[in-house]
């Protein structure tokens, strides 16, 4: 069974800083892209950013671009999202997933029925 281990959460200050790892068993990530997600009260998830299974090629929700970074060492099977210059927009509980194998992830990658695997979720909190 796939087990995906979220980590980093917690409260911070908007302007601040938080970095969020996913960790996963096994070999779990090998040759899989992964993502991030989150999900804010009474709202739907929401994509917020992905990797290719090689670390090569990434996207990001708009509303993040040039404030997260999106990172993996497939050799220690973690995926890390680095998150700077928070706001409180960004408050909510963050999942990491694992892209279904077989599927064409650069077509919908911000879909999260293209992922097979999630983790608990860990909370973010930005306060103003």
């Known amino acids: 069974q796939v087990q995906l281990v979220e980590s980093g959460g917690g409260l911070v200050q908007a302007g601040g800083s938080l970095r969020l790892s996913c960790a996963a068993s096994?070999?779990?990530?090998?040759?899989?892209?992964v993502g991030w997600f989150r999900q804010a009260p009474g709202k739907e998830r929401e994509f917020v950013a992905t990797i290719h299974w090689s670390g090569g090629s990434t996207y990001y929700h708009d509303s993040v671009k040039g404030r997260f970074t999106i990172s993996r060492d497939n050799a220690k099977n973690t995926v890390s999202l680095q998150m700077n210059s928070l706001k409180p927009g960004d408050t909510g509980i963050y999942y990491c997933?694992?892209?279904?194998?077989?599927?064409?992830?650069?077509?919908?990658?911000?879909?999260?029925?293209?992922?097979?695997?999630w983790g608990q979720g860990t909370q973010v909190t930005v306060s103003s």
């Open positions: 096994g070999r779990t990530f090998s040759g899989h892209a």
């Open positions: 997933a694992r892209v279904r194998g077989g599927t064409s992830w650069s077509t919908v990658y911000n879909n999260p029925d293209a992922y097979d695997y």
